[in-house]
């Protein structure tokens, strides 16, 4: 293990405050989400950035396929968070419990994950999701009972849906 590159474990000067609403924690080499805390260092120059009206996450771009740490973060962020970006990451299965706390998304971004399974009736909590973007690979086991599952959710949501 000397010499190989360690997965960072929280945000300090492995994200930027890109603009007031907006935190950006992409290519990093994250596999799983970090640790939230009220305040991180700017990886652009270490300023002391605090998480306080931030609207928009983007950890696209990375290594993630732990999601276990977003039940707390939506959690700390106090229902702030309306855009979540995991696109381009490692992501193969979607558990509803990852997704506790997060009812307050509008956009999740989950394009570019190799998403095998998962229950689509996780997003029913979401209350205020408008907007799934994902893909369907060749490989994924969505059962039909998934499929018809997504199909009656994407009825209230404007999904995007490819399949390679």
Known sequence: MCGTA????????????????????????????????????????GTNRFMKGVTQLD????SISDLSALPMACKMLRGKVDVLNLKNNSIEELDGANFENCNQIKRLILTGNPIKSFNPTIFQKMKRLSSLEMDLHDDACWSTKDVMAFAQISKKLKMTLKAD
């Open 6 to 45: 360690r997965s960072p474990v929280i945000m300090d000067n492995h994200c930027q405050q890109t603009s007031k609403k907006m935190i950006q924690c992409d290519g990093e080499n994250f596999e799983a989400l970090p640790i939230f805390s009220s305040q991180f260092s700017d990886r652009r120059d």
């Open 59 to 62: 950890f696209s771009n990375n």
